[in-house]
């Protein structure tokens, strides 16, 4: 048997998936890492988007926003604010998110120009990812 | 004395309240387990967000320019006290414990001189306090359309602090809600949440990398802290509230009962009486003859 890593997925509400995972890419702040058997210790907050998750069974998908993400060399812990397995996200779920980040970015205040900005494209992108393409 | 007519009147309203008791003692008890559930499967979110601030706590309380919701303003003049109670009433003295306990907090600090504001998170908590402190009332949240407390309302509560504490209007807040023991026991509890607190920070065992640097790993997790707290204490409010409706119409039913057992028997006293009275009527008239 490969290794394997113990992956939590946690969301405020319920625990979302908890399984025994050979790699698990993660949609960090600065990109998408991969987190394996062995990874060094890391923390690092999550940008909205896609979380792929590989058992030996296969492979599942799950969308992510707002968090972070704790990896040591045998776990990783997903706590994020909002998650879904992708099955159950619909487009509606999606333009409201997006939505919701448009109106954050208009009124955002100067210094938090930028952030929300990066906020709203990574919607968009996660938006487009899953084939829901945002009317404008 | 009561006619026979009002004594069966009497008895029947008892009957149909202790109906009522009945089936709102059921009705808490199903929606206490759910409750219950809801708290439940809260709890790993929490632990683990807990676990990791303290962890960046630890490490990042020393530094010059830590973030103020961690360290506070530097003062402690004003308080924000977070009141959170039911929206509905009927929950023996699970509203009213926690607003006590919210009193005695508010008069110790006018005494020491400081200046408090009072936020309150559902009807009953502010139709009591209203009495007392309503020049002191800066807000409230409404939840009697909610039906089911999900994060995102928490997190609009944490949001309306947060935006209170940015702009200077506090420099402490603390919240005030019911721990859940049992059905029996519910627990009214103050926790402070701005700045934080943390009961054992302790730093991390492993050596960490961070991405992006741990000050701003900490600036963006505090926020979700703070709106986390909320939503454990709103869930942790919400079972012992239906715990407490639960154990209070369980004796409500029980007192109903008693009523009920004590007007029968004066109902039959009084019946007797009535029938012995005619006897006695007719003996008496048969005599005379």
Redo the contacts between chains.
Sequence with gaps: MADTLQF?L??????VASERALQVVIP???GDLTAMPKH??????LRPGVLEVFTEKGSQKYIVT???A?I?SDSA?V?A?RSHAVEEVTKEMIEEMIAAARAAHLEAKAELVDASAKMLADMVAMGSRMGFEPKN | MPSLKDLKNRIGSVKNTRKITKAMQMVAAAKLRRAQEAAESARPYAEQMQKVMSGLAASSTGAANAPRLLVGTGSDKVHLLVVMTAERGLCGAFNSSIVRMARVRINDLIRQGKTVKILTVGRKGREQLKRDFNELMVGHIDLSEVKRVGYDDARGIADDVMERFKVGEFDVATIFFSRFRSVISQEPTAQQIIPAVFDAPEAFSTIYSFEPTEGEIMAELLPHGVATQIFAALLENGASEQGARMSAMDSATRNAGDMIDRLTIEYNRSRQAAITKELIEIISGAEAL
């Design positions: 939590d946690v969301a405020p509400e319920r625990r960090g702040f600065e060094a210790p890391m923390i690092t907050t707002g968090g972070f704790e040591t812990t706590l604010e």
